[in-house]
């Protein structure tokens, strides 16, 4: 495997921390209360928000309700309001031990708010830091509320954030007979749109099913433009703790339908890969189980060998190269892909499995992405709210 560690390590991408000045003076939509704190006053509000919804270092349901704005309901997705559910564990109906307050799951057995659920409120705010990427369930959550919105004329208002992966396109874009609440819409794995802007698009293209668009105002994030490489000030779920895990994330992903772990169950998830094979790499681990982090992780107690992605210098973008080299370590195929379904719900489509089999090299799979991302650009400058990367 010194082969093989050696192309990850000459694998490095422009990327790196944004910082300085500009970074400073960067306004979340949270932060720009002028601009929503009118339209919520004297009203009952729902909540989609999550640990991510800070103003400052305020959570903004503390902030509204010390500026007496009628909060009555919070909606969680998935990882719960408070972010500390692990990655697929069902959130429950609750009260938040904090405030008081109902909170309703929107993510288990009921993904999309009830109508009795919209029923008490006059405007729902929709605050969560996304990381840009199709499969990161925050946008199927978006997707869901809006169409809920739309079927029951209550106005939404989606306080915008940065994308940390938002500075590039890549990726299989996704065919309609694969959507899935990892893939609700026809766009590449790393979209480069903000949550204000993939809304914007759900209502435009008529992505939602309901009978009219919804009723949307987005507050727009100030000082941003997608050349900025946005390292997040909260980590944004329990197994993507900084911008490396966040920058690996599109392509590390695809190996959670595959026998190999990417450090789920250690302090260091999305940034290492391995299994028990000793001939993978030298670097090993032991995932562990953690609670609100990792329940029961691929090859839990089992010494996992493989590559350490810290070692890279600089964050990557989107590559399939680590899929690659790992696909053609395994003599047994079936051993490797354990989960086909599931990897094709991650790609979009069914044409990448059958690619890869047929050893095309990353070069021709992405070269057969060009149309569909093209076409899939023009959509996408309809809705751009900032100055775009070159």
């Known amino acids: 495997m010194k082969k093989l560690t050696f192309l990850f390590l000459l694998l490095i991408f422009a990327a790196g921390c944004s910082g300085g000045d500009d970074e400073a003076q960067l306004l979340t939509g949270a932060e720009k209360t002028n601009n929503y704190m009118p339209l919520l006053r004297g009203k009952k509000i729902g909540l989609v928000v999550n640990h991510t919804s800070k103003v400052g270092e305020k959570h903004l349901v503390d902030f509204l309700l010390e500026n007496e704005i009628t909060v009555s309901k919070i909606f969680a997705p998935e990882h719960g309001f408070r972010g500390n559910a692990a990655a697929g564990e069902e959130i429950k109906d609750g009260l938040d031990a904090k405030t008081g307050l109902p909170v309703v799951s929107l993510y288990g057995q009921n993904k999309k708010p009830q109508p009795a659920q919209l029923d008490s409120l006059d405007v729902v705010v929709f605050d969560i830091q996304d990381v840009g990427c199709r499969f990161y369930t925050y946008i199927s959550t978006l997707h869901l509320v809006m169409e809920a919105c739309a079927e029951h004329r209550t106005p939404l208002i989606v306080l915008d954030r940065p994308n940390p992966n938002g500075d590039y396109i890549a990726g299989p874009v996704l065919v309609p007979e694969y959507k899935s609440f990892v893939g609700m819409h026809p766009i590449p794995v790393v979209h480069g749109c903000t ?6 698009m759900i209502n435009g293209e008529k992505w939602h099913n309901a009978p009219s668009p919804c009723e949307l105002k987005v507050v727009p994030v100030d000082n941003y433009s997608h050349e900025d490489k946005y390292e997040l000030p909260v980590p944004p779920s329990p197994n993507l703790p900084n911008f490396l895990s966040v920058r690996l994330y599109p392509s590390l992903c695809f190996f959670e339908a595959t026998d190999v772990s ?22 090993t681990f032991v995932p562990q189980e953690i609670t609100g982090v990792a329940l029961n992780p691929l090859h839990e107690g089992k010494t996992c060998h493989g590559i350490d992605l810290r070692e890279l210098k600089e964050a990557p973008e989107f590559t399939l190269q680590f899929f690659l080299d790992f696909y053609n370590e395994y003599q047994n195929k079936d051993d490797f892909l354990t989960r086909e379904d599931w990897f094709n719900l991650l790609a979009g489509n069914n044409k990448l499995i059958q690619q890869i089999r047929e050893g095309k090299t990353e070069k021709e799979i992405v070269e057969s992405w060009q149309p569909a991302l093209n076409n899939y650009k023009k959509i996408r400058e309809k809705y751009l709210l900032y100055p775009d990367f070159e």
């Open 262 to 283: 990417v450090g789920r169950g250690t302090s260091f998830p999305f940034q290492v890969l391995g299994a028990p094979k000793p001939e993978l790499g030298e670097f």
């Open 195 to 200: 949550v204000g802007e993939i809304a914007l």
